[in-house]
């Protein structure tokens, strides 16, 4: 092979082309290139000539008709290796020469039984329907099952029935055949009900939040919460947003179940002061009257007195009683001031109640200005995802974003201008993002996505892809369009890492990525 440069050869090419004095074809550039540069002529693609091949082939079975597919789909991507294996598997769903029916045997002994001496050239057996395959069948059955419930007895014991015999030691391929099309046609009924189970338990469930959100309006710290939950049972669901309509929803019973307690503590304490309050005022009507009527038989007494002597035990009853009354009174003041007191302490313990369920209601998952979770939403999520990749064996990664020049635009244009761009960053991002995927103010304007089920070169593109959308949108600040930038790193979460550690190693990328040039993304 000539040590050339490509530039070099395909310019030696074009000149060879024209002192040759031949057509510029595509047959004869490739002629003379190969030539040039010392390697072997390759011949085009026969394109035309191996589709007319495909459409000849017959498709009766549907192991042909897959076959006669990926034979199609080589040629157009133009795949010698691809076309070599569709062809060699075709051969093996090709109809094997007649031979007479041993009883009990299935195709593909039959096959192994005929004599070699009656076939001209060698037949390749179909894929074996070995009692191993049937096994995989039964066993793929078993596995749908859990999904399809156990109300049913009957398609239960249909399935049993099916599952029986697909694992008997010599399975009988044409009864199995006709069984399989009776319980497939059942599979659809008992699919199509657990659907529309689990649609009409999901609007239930809208429905009892919705009750719930309109029963609780003057309870601000109840009602963000079930606005929340309606928005996370919305379609379509995955075990990972259950997993967040759980969590919320315990959120809700705690807070509520808390709040119930001590309004009802509340409620009994002014109950037995109101109860309190009117037995004391019974007592002091009963006092007042008893002085009332004391008052009037001491006048009486006194004008029926012919002398002083007559007169002072009079007087000395009638301040005795008014005494009494005094000191009633006295007491009666001081135990309704010790339940004002009290009441007014109640009521502020429930403001207090009402305005810390209002706080942490705000705090408790989401950041305020942009909707995504906060540091401890994070950190809920992130052990979440952490225990799905350890249970399931599947990648997770980890996105680290932070604004570019984000000091300069505050700085510029105003913090109420960076907030907006946060919002604005956090808004697009969510339109981009996938709905497993999950999205995390980390502090200031650094942003955490996690996103499950993806390795490092996908998480890379979908950081890229974000960027791109952000790109092409700007915000208003004022009159000024402006455009904001981020830059990036990603981590794939390694095996007995935890979920920090990932975070810290793609905050270590994102910094290269700043020290780059910005506006990019780094792989950790």
Known sequence: MIDKKPFEIARETLKQLTTRKLPPTPGNYQSIYSEIAGVPMEHPFPVDRLRDIAQALPTKTPGQQKQCGLLESAINH????????????????????????????????????????????????????????????????????????????????????LIKALRQSNPDAVGIKLMLAHYGHRLSFAAEDQAEIKNMLLKLLQLIIENISHLSLDDTWLKGQTDALLSACAPPLTLRRLDDVEQRLKDVIFKQTEAKARATLAQEEMRRMLTTFVARLATISESTGGFHTQLEESARLIEQAKSITEIAPVLRSVVGATRVMASDSQLARDELQGMKKRVEATEAELVRLHQELDRVSLQARHDNLTGALNRQGLDEAINREVSNVRRKDTPLCVALLDIDNFKKLNDALGHATGDIALTHLASVAREVMRPQDTLARYGGEEFVILLPDTPLDKGIEAMTRLQRELSTRFFMAGTEKVLITFSAGVAQLAVNESGMDAIRRADQAMYLAKRAGKNRVCGA
């Not at 070599?84 to 020469?97: E, H, R, V």
Request: negative net charge.
């Open 78 to 161: 133009m795949n010698w290796e691809g076309v070599k294996n569709a062809l060699m598997a075709y051969g093996g769903f090709s109809p094997p020469a007649p031979a007479a029916p041993v009883p009990g045997l299935l195709p593909v002994d039959i096959a192994k039984t005929a004599p070699a001496e009656t076939h001209s050239t060698p037949v390749v057996s179909a894929p074996a329907l070995t009692p191993e395959f049937f096994a995989q069948i039964a066993r793929m059955i078993e596995y749908t099952l859990p999904a399809l419930g156990h109300d049913d007895e009957r398609f239960l014991e249909q399935s049993n029935t």
